[in-house]
């Protein structure tokens, strides 16, 4: 059954949508809004709505659509400004109309429907309401008392991020969605600044919280703040000043709920999520949630399922709008390291931070802005960033794309066969720049699995130079390199595919680590090594690169990362010695360092290694990122020629935050903080993500996995997809005939999945 009377908590824009829709859908329904504040009482200025949400408000109510359409401002520049340089980035195509305009407008429709407002009215509690009301609507804010309320059903969780901003207002258009920076005697501020009218703009001004209380505003009232702002900012707003409303300096909270509605009562808005203001997305998933909202409970035949049609409906759209707000929030908060870039591409870094602008559809958006910052970045005329050269040491990789290590747990008794010569040989052929091994371990007892690869006899460097020797004959301008590891407390497991990270039934070897500490409570426990043992191992690296320099390869890399021995010692989670091997980070490196300098003194000088670690472990307590950026600086003091820079996996009971890309943010911290090139992984998966990565200067190479599994062509087939012939993708010449991509069918879009009627 429909629900026919309806409770609406929170006259903001989420709240009041809802309110209309619903009612418009049944005339009969009684639908009450509950708003604390007057009619006029807002906080904030402009709101900005993108074509996707308008479109939607579009098919669910022409009339608001047509009132908003009136109100318009439109623009389609972005302008950075970048150490008194300004870039301007065109074909963006933002509308944006006063916030108080928008509320009058809904206002206004929610009168001509018949609903209920009640302003300058605290609302009765949601439980109270829940029992008089069919539904209840909580759109009461990001300080939602429903939601507190009820905490133990919603299961909020909330994070404080690191920036202090304040929303301001300006008495004039800007002609450009404006970002610029102010470097000062405290640290870096920012400015956003957009119009909302033809004579206002709204203007937010952002910095570190350590810089805010630097620069001493925690000690100023509004009205200070207010002329301190627009004296700091004086050229971006031409020496005009700025004003408030209802304005204070807060900190940006990310609300996230494990559940977003309880019996009869449903949070909408910022009462269920936040995005951060940088991607202009709070009204817009509002707006969303209302219209989904409706939808659900028109298709539905109870509001029980509506509530949770609706709720699995959003939930993933809301993830992914809430992982590009905080790859944009965490891009702002850690501006200084992008500082020094040159203005041009510091610009491009500054529109895709978030990942919803893309190298690709910027090109599209303003090919001539995009070009210019390719030129600068040394692209060739008509060669993706990606198809560009780097070189380590004397190695020239032809292009920026490396096939990920990834165990095959293949081999017998550690001798790669034939499947490892066609699985690497077929990737080598694909066109990748380096084509990475799986781990190869240093010694029998280093083995994670029966089924992994080894360098510990000369019959395994005889089978890996077949290998080799395969990928420079028939893949000439592929390079193929080798890591080498050792499985620590990890090892003596059933291969991937019988049970991952599960004790073999029997056979088992005895494991080694920092500490005598089990991986899981069902592992083997490790037995802690002696100074002795420690120089044993040291010897069985120097003897594996010695076989990998005679095997052939052309790379080296250490694998410090996942949890595997030497990981284990670099993590304080895994490394609990009292020795000069644990304690201090300083001391928890002391152990890889010296296998890193015994491996590089064999290693042929001319010939790059790098090092892979773990940059988090995912859990309190161990490596976090500031302790990565010391364990990359550490081993490129000791010669490492790039770090590949991965995370987790080093503890079982880690909680990682997987979306999209989630592991460059790391990288790209240690590459801009450091000056080490570094190699990005994780959940880079498409050619659009690897060029706008490269060209923003956050990484230097970028490393992928399951796209190769899926595609072991995959690089030769993005350059055919972008148009690109040169020699950083050069097909093979019995694949050449397949350089063109095939043609496909017709395919329709399809309608839109809801049309509420006129």
């Known amino acids: 059954m429909r629900p026919l009377r309806v409770a609406v908590i929170g006259g903001g824009p989420g709240g009041l949508y809802a309110a209309a829709l619903l009612k418009r859908l049944d005339p009969e329904r009684d639908v009450t809004v509950w708003e604390r504040n007057a009619p006029d009482d807002t906080f904030g200025f402009g709101v900005v709505l993108s074509d996707e949400t308008l479109g939607g408000i579009e098919h669910a109510d022409p009339a608001v659509y047509a009132a908003l359409q009136a109100e318009f401002v439109r623009w389609d520049d972005i302008d950075v400004v970048h150490r008194g340089t300004r870039h301007t980035s065109g074909g963006h195509g933002f509308a944006a109309l006063g916030r108080r305009r928008l509320l009058e407008i809904l206002h206004e429709r929610c009168r001509q429907l018949g609903v209920d407002l009640r302003f300058r009215t605290e609302a009765p509690p949601a439980d109270a309401l829940a029992h008089e009301y069919d539904l209840v609507v909580a759109a009461d804010g990001v300080h939602s008392a429903t939601r507190d309320a009820h905490a133990d059903v919603f299961r909020p969780r909330i994070e404080e991020h690191r920036c202090r901003y304040i929303w301001l207002a300006a008495d004039f258009a800007f002609d450009a969605f404006r970002f610029e920076t102010a470097e000062t005697e405290h640290g870096v501020m920012q400015l956003h600044g957009y119009p909302y009218t033809d004579g206002d703009s709204t203007v937010i001004v952002e910095m570190r919280e350590e810089v805010w209380r630097a620069a001493g505003f925690a000690d100023l009232d509004v ?45 909408v808005g910022d009462a269920a999520h936040t995005a951060h203001f940088s991607i202009g997305s709070g009204t817009k998933l509002a707006v969303e949630d209302a219209l989904a909202l409706a939808a659900c409970l028109q298709e539905q035949p109870t509001t029980a399922e509506a509530l949770a049609a609706y709720e699995a409906e959003r939930r993933p759209v809301v993830a992914s709008t809430q992982r590009a707000a905080r790859a944009s929030l965490e891009w702002f908060e850690n501006l200084g390291l992008y500082l020094d870039q040159p203005a041009r591409q510091f610009a491009f870094n500054l529109l895709t931070r978030s990942r919803r602008v893309t190298h690709d559809n910027l090109r599209l958006r303003d090919p001539h802005f995009t070009q210019a910052v390719e030129r600068d970045f040394g692209c060739p005329p008509g060669t993706p960033p990606m198809f560009t050269p780097l070189r380590l040491r004397e190695l020239t990789l032809r292009n920026r794309v490396v096939v990920s290590p990834m165990d095959m747990y293949s081999a017998q008794d550690g001798v790669p066969g034939d499947f490892h010569l066609v699985h690497l040989g077929a990737r080598a052929l694909g066109g990748a720049g380096l084509v990475m091994t799986e781990m190869v371990c240093v010694s029998p007892e280093g083995r994670i699995t029966p089924g992994c690869a080894g360098l510990y006899t000369s019959e395994q460097a005889e089978a890996w130079r077949r290998i080799t020797d395969f990928a420079h004959t028939q893949a000439p301008g592929t390079a193929i390199g080798v890591q080498l590891g050792h499985s620590g407390r990890k090892g003596s497991t059933k291969l ?153 996996q080093v503890v079982a009971d880690e909680k990682p935050a997987y979306g999209r890309s989630y592991q460059v943010p790391f ?92």
């Open 223 to 267: 009205r200070e703040s207010v002329e301190r702002c627009a004296k700091i900012f004086t050229e971006a707003l031409g020496g005009r000043g700025l004003r408030s409303n209802n304005s204070a300096w807060t900190a940006f909270r990310t609300v996230v709920n494990e559940h977003w509605s309880h019996g009869n009562v449903v949070l």
């Open 667 to 758: 990288a790209d911290r240690i590459r801009n903080e450091t000056g080490v090139p570094v190699i990005s992984v994780g959940a880079i998966s498409s050619w659009d993500d690897v060029n706008s990565l490269i060209l923003a200067g956050r990484t230097d190479l970028c490393a992928l996995a399951r796209p190769h599994l899926y595609d072991p062509h995959w690089t030769l087939h993005a350059a055919a997809e972008q148009g690109y012939a040169g020699p950083g993708a050069a097909w093979p010449k019995p694949y050449e005939a397949g350089s063109r991509r095939p043609q496909t069918g017709r395919l329709d879009a399809p309608k839109p999945r809801l049309t509420l009627g006129s």
């Open 496 to 648: 991937m595919w019988e049970g991952i990270d599960e004790p073999l039934p029997d056979g088992n070897w005895p494991l080694v680590a920092a500490s005598p500490i089990p991986y899981r409570p069902d592992s083997q426990t490790p037995h802690e090594l002696t100074e002795a043992e420690l120089a044993d191992i040291r010897e069985q690296f120097t003897a594996a690169a010695w076989r990998a320099a005679r095997a052939g390869f052309d790379l080296l890399e250490l694998h410090c990362a996942h949890g595997y021995l030497l990981s284990g010692f670099l993590s304080p989670l895994t490394n609990h010695r009292t020795d000069a091997y644990g304690g201090s980070l300083t001391n928890r490196l002391r152990f890889p360092l010296e296998v890193f300098d015994a491996v590089r003194a064999v290693w042929p000088g001319e010939k790059p290694m790098t090092v892979r670690i773990s940059a988090t472990d995912w859990a309190d307590g161990g490596t976090d990122a500031a302790d990565a950026v010391e364990i990359a600086r550490a081993f490129a003091a000791h010669g490492a020629d790039a770090v590949d820079v991965s995370t987790g």
